[in-house]
Nanobody, 125 residues
Framework: VQLQASGGGLVQAGGSLRLTCAVSARTFSSYAVGWFHQAPGKDREFVASISWNGGSTYYADSVKGRFTISRDNRVNTVWLQMNNLKPEDAAVYYC???????????????????WGQGTQVTVSS
C-alpha cells in the first residue's frame, strides 16, 4: 500500500487549500484514512479521519467547521478541504491508512499502518 499526499502550499490566513491523498491499494474500500499534521518541535497530531465507506468522519476540535474530509473509492482518493486557514494550521500534513471496516475510523497515529510522505502547508498572517 502506498500513499501520496499533495496539494500543500503557501496561503494567506483566511484562505483555502485542498489536500489530496492518492492511495495505491487493491482493496481501498476496506481502508480507513486519516490526516495528521506535525509542526516543528511538536508531536504528530490528529486532524481528521474517514471510515471505509465515508459514512463516518471525525475531526479535531481545532478544525471542526473549517475542514472537510471526503473520499471516492472509485478513484482511491481522499481529500481534505481546508477553509479559513489560520497560522496555527501551518505544518506538514500526512495521510495514513489502515484496514478498518468498523463504523468509526481511528484517530490515533499508532492505529495507522501506512503513511504518505507529507505535504507542507504554510499560512501567512
Amino acid at each position: 500500500v502506498q500513499l501520496q499526499a499533495s496539494g500543500g502550499g503557501l496561503v494567506q490566513a483566511g484562505g483555502s487549500l485542498r489536500l489530496t491523498c492518492a492511495v495505491s491499494a487493491r482493496t481501498f474500500s476496506s481502508y480507513a484514512v486519516g490526516w495528521f499534521h506535525q509542526a516543528p518541535g511538536k508531536d504528530r497530531e490528529f486532524v481528521a479521519s474517514i471510515s471505509w465507506n465515508g459514512g463516518s468522519t471525525y475531526y479535531a476540535d481545532s478544525v471542526k467547521g473549517r475542514f472537510t474530509i471526503s473520499r471516492d473509492n472509485r478513484v482511491n482518493t481522499v481529500w481534505l478541504q481546508m477553509n479559513n486557514l489560520k497560522p496555527e494550521d501551518a505544518a506538514v500534513y500526512y495521510c495514513a491508512a489502515v484496514t478498518w471496516i468498523e463504523r468509526d475510523p481511528p484517530r490515533r497515529p499508532n492505529e495507522y499502518v501506512y503513511w504518505g510522505q507529507g505535504t507542507q502547508v504554510t499560512v501567512s498572517s
